[in-house]
């Protein structure tokens, strides 16, 4: 009786702990975000995209698509650092970005 008793006590708290964690893992990916679902809420903000180059492009973040490609408004080219060309609007074709990155907001 008591070996009966261990082997349903086990089952009965593998089954409970399959429960919990099953519910945590739903739990999980209802809020996982995409990289796409995170850059769409920085659209507005500052940013920096660094190309494969190294090239620099610093400017508000108007849109971008799921591929990643990117429309910035008030744009400004940055070569080695420096400050190369301004321009209105500029278009970043996904292939070449690096990676993007908000700009710290001025205190």
């Known amino acids: 009786k008591s070996l009966k008793s261990s082997v349903v006590l086990a089952l009965l708290l593998t089954v409970v702990l399959c429960v919990v964690v099953c519910a945590h893992a739903a739990s999980a990916m209802a809020t996982k975000q ?31 698509d799921g591929y990643m490609n990117i429309a910035l408004e008030q744009t400004e080219e940055y070569v080695n650092g420096q400050l190369k060309t301004t321009y209105n ?4 074709r996904g292939n070449n970005v690096l990676y993007i990155s908000t700009l710290k907001r001025k205190a």
């Open 89 to 92: 609007d500029a278009f970043i």
């Open 34 to 64: 995409t990289p796409n679902d995170f850059l769409k809420v920085l659209i507005g903000r500052s940013v920096v995209v660094r190309l494969n180059s190294g090239v620099d492009y610093k400017g508000v973040l108007a849109c971008l």
